[in-house]
């Protein structure tokens, strides 16, 4: 089946501090890529959206020059946490869809983030 | 505007059968998606229903009416490592998938 790789796992960085998250679809090429965020005991928030070699679109709330999204091929995304904040301590979790609109999304297995 | 309910949480025994519902509203539609979720883990994908009627794989069955905006999640045979949020999600006429909150299964011995 479709293989979605994040990393890493878990991060601890110090507040002020950059963090870049890599999100991998292993066996299968991945137009649309897709970024979460969820807090504990919360929803999946979607946090943007990005296609390759294009910008990304981020939903309503999330600063784009906070959480900078490159798409720069058909199996590698990266967010990178700018000047991270305590705040910004959470789960990330990316997912990737096919060529094909309604083909499922598969999701890698996510990121805790914890900024001290 | 657009929203998916389900109920928040669900208590069930080992062994038995559970269903749970969701109830949709959006912006035309094109499919319907139930993913699991084990505590700090991330969604797994189990089911896709786009036409009308039930699509069975082994334990787990998913339902959809989709004149009725509604669907649900059949799971038989109930193990403890079915204990897990079970999310649902709407694909609108954009391909853009709506969430539901999730509901948060618990199986008791």
């Known amino acids: 089946g479709a293989v979605v790789s994040q990393h890493p796992s878990w991060v601890i960085c110090k507040s002020g501090t950059s963090v870049k998250i890599e999100c991998r679809s292993l066996?299968?090429?991945?137009?649309?890529m897709f970024w979460y965020r969820q807090f504990p005991k919360q929803s999946l928030m979607l946090m943007a959206t990005?296609?390759?070699?294009?910008?990304?679109?981020?939903e309503q709330g999330v600063e784009k020059d906070k959480f900078l999204i490159n798409h720069a091929s058909l199996t590698l995304s990266t967010l990178t946490v700018t000047s991270a904040h305590p705040e910004d301590s959470s789960f990330y979790i990316c997912?990737?869809?096919?060529?094909?609109?309604?083909?499922?999304?598969?999701f890698g297995n996510g990121t805790r983030l914890t900024v001290t | 505007g657009q929203n998916i309910d389900q109920p928040t949480e669900m208590t069930a025994t080992e062994g038995a059968i559970v269903q749970i519902n969701c109830t949709y509203q959006?912006?035309?539609?094109?499919?319907l998606f139930w993913y699991q979720q084990h505590a700090g883990e991330a969604p797994t994908f189990l089911s896709y229903?786009?036409l009308d009627g039930l699509e069975e794989k082994g334990r787990f069955s998913s339902f959809l009416s989709r004149s009725k905006g509604y669907s649900y999640l059949l799971l038989k045979e109930l193990q403890m490592k079915d204990s897990a949020s079970y999310l649902c999600?709407?694909?609108?006429?954009?391909?853009?998938?709506?969430w539901g909150a999730g509901t948060k299964l618990i199986i008791k011995p």
């Open positions: 997912s990737a869809r096919g060529v094909r609109e309604v083909s499922p999304l598969h």
């Open positions: 066996d299968f090429q991945a137009t649309t």
């Open positions: 990005s296609n390759e070699g294009s910008k990304a679109t981020y």
């Open positions: 959006t912006s035309g539609f094109n499919g």
């Open positions: 229903n786009v």
């Open positions: 999600a709407a694909l609108d006429s954009n391909y853009q998938l709506i």
